[in-house]
């Protein structure tokens, strides 16, 4: 007979046909490995006899797998899996029931649905069997985390117990969560847990300090993390460039709320894994809840319940609690997300449902379980009665609150705490106003605030931008003072994703409260509503550029600067540029494009739009002149402006900036534009003429008006002359020049040959 487990590749011959299987190493079950709702079956069989003693030499050595002949996981059987005990204060050699660690791919590649790694906790310290489900349970709502059920282990064909099956942190679960697999990748579980302390404590530039601290899961990473707990320490105002600070906060605000201080918060700073996603932050994954809920020894008085809100928040040995804490508005996120969390599911008992529902469905398997810690009749009374040692197989155990006598009194000391009753601002509305390819602005009428946010990305796994939004009656709102704040989320393809946070000097809150984790959507429409004339200029343009500025690839190109004359950012997405009227659509601004209120946008004129860097049209400008046209999606002119041969390096600008006529002047790429100071009337009044010009050896300025001052400029804006009278004697280096005549009444080219 044929044993699919270890065939690749075989032929199914049948007559005249060849049918040909190509196998994977996955095998596919009936039963989802993690479905909540149903106690898995996992039987391991060990040809040695010696088995158990086997595995706690290799605990107590290096920690290698024993071999097993096979181990079926809800009967779909896998062939030379490895197994080995795993745990600290959970293992022990006396126990009978230790927590284990399967690895269906030891020696194949094979998987059950997927998952070639199982790891299976003894339910240590917890008479309610419940803990660590039901934490993983709430956890999943606010955080990426492992998922957590029931299975009930078999070896050699006896039952050994009811087991915790908790989704083990690894490469696949990496994949899932962060689309991505090899970054630095971190466990935060020292084997000498007494000795080291993965606490993010930075010990120097040395990264061997950090060795016996930590397991580094990836090929490389040291010096990452070494940066991470420097930056932690010694640099905390950049924090957020390395560091996913909204997962941090969410872990500390968990383990303060359940009493998980098996934890970074406890006394061993341990039990979390760390991995920096392709944002290069270090995410924070928590992991190993089986003594939530107050079940870690030495917690004081209630067994925890009136653990300090801001529980080592003045540890210089916690550098993750105590520096972001120190900081007001991370403070205020923090508690933020205790809020969520104690009114989501403890205020109102909902964790109850769930516990309850485990309960029921486990209760006949803690019946049969042989080598449980605790007896049935403590397990009946664990949620409501401190459970103070185990009466069953393993022996003595240290005390142990009831889960629900320890929250309800939590839960009071909350009621209680001054830095939980402060209340935060109020999001009364939400509204969301779409202007096509302008994007979309988010509206939102707030009371007791004194600062609102608007975090906003494209993707999933990309970075929160953070802007601000403004009640000041710009960014489209109506009225300064109105309580109504705005910001708005730029148009791309796709969508996009967003939430508020809004603070005040006591208390801040989100919105949606679960953010990070949870977030609104927005869907765009691709159209782009019609820029009003003027509120875009067409400003500066220069058409014959020899000398004067490259683009990124160092090139002297032409280029058009635009300015906004308004007081609002405006999207250009879509909104046509063209040099010739009759070719209106000749090139457009890509979506999402803004020019920032009061700000300039400039635009190569060198038909390469293969660059990546910067805005580059299809077309050049000539410099014997043409029309340059900035127009709507429906053919409107935002602005025009024609004009004639250009002479090389000098540009042609508006004087005033942004709104004055058009006249040559020194090139201000990206700036304002340095124009005279004269009246539009001086200007016209001094219609002049440079004789001869070109010149040779001097000149002599022709003009209605008298010539009391006269200057003379190169282009880089130099001054080389300065006279009283009409007449220059002096000789110049041929090139190009500017003359300011009058102060700033009228400037003129002059061409020195």
Not at 365 to 371: C, E, R, S, T, W
Not at 421 to 433: A, D, F, M, R, S
Not at 518 to 528: A, G, K, P, S, V
Not at 683 to 704: E, K, L, R
Request: include cysteine.
């Amino acid at each position: 007979m044929l044993d699919h487990s270890y065939l690749r590749h075989f032929c199914l011959f049948v007559p005249g046909l060849i049918i040909v299987f190509l196998a994977t190493g996955g095998k596919l079950g009936a039963q989802d490995l993690y479905d909540a709702n149903v106690i898995q079956k996992i039987e391991i069989h060990f040809n040695q006899s010696n088995w158990n003693a086997l595995m706690q030499a290799e605990k107590n050595g290096d920690e290698n797998y024993i071999l097993a002949a096979w181990c079926k996981v809800n009967g779909v059987q896998f062939d030379s899996v490895g197994v080995k005990y795993k745990g600290n204060s959970s293992y022990r050699a006396t126990n009978k029931k230790n927590p284990l660690h399967i690895e269906l791919d030891y020696v194949k590649d094979q998987t059950y649905n997927g998952q070639g790694d199982i790891k299976l906790s003894n339910v240590y310290q917890d008479p309610s069997f419940v803990r660590e489900a039901v934490s993983y349970y709430i956890l999943q709502n606010y955080m990426d985390c492992p998922k957590a059920n029931f299975a009930n282990v078999y070896i050699n064909d006896q039952l050994y117990g009811l087991y915790t099956n908790v989704e083990s942190i690894n490469k696949r679960f990496l994949s899932n969560v962060f689309d991505s697999k090899n970054n630095t990748f971190v466990k935060c579980n020292p084997k000498q847990v007494q000795q080291y302390l993965p606490n993010l404590a930075y010990k120097g530039v040395d990264t061997t300090l950090y060795y016996g601290h930590y397991e580094m899961k990836s090929d490389a990473g040291w010096k990452e993390l070494m940066h991470l707990c420097d930056t932690l320490v010694n640099h905390t105002e950049a924090i957020e460039e390395i560091l996913d600070v909204d997962k941090a906060l969410w872990m500390l605000a968990f383990n303060v709320v359940m009493v998980n201080l098996d934890s970074y918060s406890g006394s061993f700073a341990q039990n979390y894994y760390l991995y920096r996603d392709n944002n290069d932050r270090f995410a924070s994954l928590v992991w190993d809840l089986n003594m939530s809920f107050g079940g870690f020894p030495n917690m004081g008085g209630g067994g925890g319940a009136t653990l300090d809100i801001l529980y080592n928040a003045n540890n210089s040995a916690r550098p993750l609690i105590q520096k972001l804490l120190s900081n007001a508005t991370y403070k205020r996120k923090y508690m933020a997300h205790i809020r969520t969390l104690s009114k989501e599911f403890f205020e109102n008992g909902l964790y109850l449902e769930e516990a309850g529902r485990l309960r029921t469905l486990i209760d006949a398997a803690v019946q049969a379980d042989p080598y449980k810690f605790y007896t049935y009749t403590q397990f009946q009374n664990a949620m409501t009665t401190d459970i103070s040692a185990g009466g069953g197989g393993g022996g003595p155990l240290m005390s142990t609150p009831g889960v629900q006598k320890l929250m309800t009194a939590r839960m009071t000391y909350f009621a209680s705490n001054a830095d939980y009753k402060k209340i935060p601002p109020q999001v009364n509305e939400i509204n969301k106003i779409d202007q096509g390819l302008q994007g979309v602005r988010i509206e939102a009428l707030l009371s007791g605030q004194s600062g609102v946010s608007l975090a906003y990305r494209y993707q999933k796994l990309e970075r929160f931008v953070q802007v601000e939004m403004k009640d000041d009656g710009t960014n489209g709102d109506q009225k300064a003072g109105d309580l109504i704040y705005t910001a708005t989320v730029p148009y791309k393809d796709g969508g996009a994703q967003y939430y508020i946070y809004a603070e005040n000097n006591d208390a801040g809150i989100f919105y949606p409260q679960r953010a990070e984790h949870e977030f609104y959507t927005l869907t765009f429409t691709n159209n782009q509503l019609a820029i009003p004339s003027g509120s875009v200029v067409i400003n500066e343009f220069l058409a014959s550029n020899k000398t004067v500025n490259t683009n990124s690839e160092g090139k002297y190109e032409d280029w058009i600067e635009l300015y906004n004359t308004t007081g609002a950012d405006i999207n250009l997405g879509g909104i046509y540029l063209t040099d010739n009227p009759d070719s209106p659509t000749k090139w457009s601004f890509p979506a999402g494009t803004i020019i920032r209120a009061g700000g300039y946008l400039t635009v190569w004129a060198d038909e390469d739009s293969k660059i990546e860097e910067g805005l580059h049209t299809n077309f050049k400008l000539s410099a014997d002149g043409e029309e340059i046209r900035l127009l709507n999606i429906d053919g409107t002119v935002v602005d025009e402006y024609s004009y004639g041969v250009q002479t090389a390096d000098v540009s042609m600008g508006r004087c005033t900036n942004g709104s004055g006529t058009f006249v040559m002047m020194v090139p201000s790429f990206g700036a304002s534009n340095q124009c005279a100071t004269g009246t539009e009337e001086e200007v016209a009044a001094s219609v002049s003429m440079i004789v001869p010009n070109p010149a040779y050896q001097g000149f002599t300025i022709q003009s209605a008006a008298e010539v009391t001052s006269l200057k003379i400029y190169d282009l880089s804006g130099k001054t080389l002359y300065e006279g009283t009278g009409p007449t220059v004697t002096e000789v110049f280096a041929p090139g190009l020049y500017v003359v300011e005549i009058n102060r700033g009444s009228q400037r003129l080219r002059l061409v020195q040959l």
